[in-house]
């Protein structure tokens, strides 16, 4: 299996700061790497796909880059809105794997 | 709009077998072009990818959960169906049912989630 890892596990921000949150894999996927964000109680939301796609309806202060290993999320902005666990996820070979997840708290 | 829901049992006991249907409405599983997906997420843990199916029957199962786990569908009732056999408390989460798009990269719509907890 693919191991996808997430760096920082957590980070504390203040609203309009600047996030970057990191996933590496443990070999080479391409692009196939999308970013999702998870609020307690609430099922994952897709924010960006294929490293770099931007999903409709999502704010244009969310965007990926990378390719092979190593990937980021950014969050250019913070809003309240955005305080909430981030999951990368690798779909280049089966099983599609998860990284473990990195908490955004609030400063 | 694409909406997905979750349908089941809360409980099972261990041993038996762990029984879900996902109930798509606002799009045909029968039109194509789309994998309907299984994923569940342990009490305070990360997300697990448990597989896939296509409206034709292909399936694609995470090996570590292959010898238990079948995924089918109804395309007359828009629905798929999760079954994982031979359950232990390992196996208490909660499980979405989500769609997995077309380009099979991502999953773009989720049920709410329904927990499942394995407990005699």
């Known amino acids: 299996d693919i191991q996808m890892t997430q760096s920082p596990s957590s980070v504390s921000a203040s609203v309009g700061d600047r996030v970057t949150i990191t996933c590496r894999a443990s070999q080479g996927i391409s692009s196939w790497l999308a970013w999702y964000q998870q609020k307690p109680g609430k099922a994952p939301k897709l924010l960006i796909y294929a490293a770099s796609s931007l999903q409709s309806g999502v704010p244009s202060r969310f965007s990926g880059s990378g390719s092979g290993t190593d990937f980021t999320l950014t969050i250019s902005s913070l809003q309240p809105e955005d305080f909430a666990t981030y999951y990368c996820?690798?779909?280049?070979?089966?099983?599609?794997?998860f990284g473990q997840g990195t908490k955004l708290e609030i400063k | 709009q694409v909406q997905l829901q979750e349908s089941g049992p809360g409980l099972v006991k261990p041993s038996q077998t762990l029984s879900l249907t996902c109930t798509v409405s606002g799009g045909s599983i029968s039109s194509g072009g789309y994998y309907w997906s299984w994923i569940r997420q342990h009490p305070g843990k990360g997300l697990e990818w448990i597989g896939y199916?296509?409206?034709?029957?292909?399936?694609y199962y995470n090996p570590s959960l292959k010898s238990r786990v079948t995924i089918s569908v109804d395309t007359s009732k828009n629905q798929f169906s999760l079954k994982l056999s031979s359950v232990t408390a390992a196996d208490t989460a909660v499980y979405y049912c989500?769609?997995?798009?077309?380009?099979?990269?991502?999953?773009?719509?989720w049920g709410q989630g329904t927990l499942v907890t394995v407990s005699s």
């Open positions: 996820q690798q779909a280049n070979s089966f099983p599609h794997t």
């Open positions: 199916i296509y409206y034709s029957g292909s399936t």
């Open positions: 989500a769609r997995t798009t077309a380009r099979r990269d991502s999953l773009d719509y």
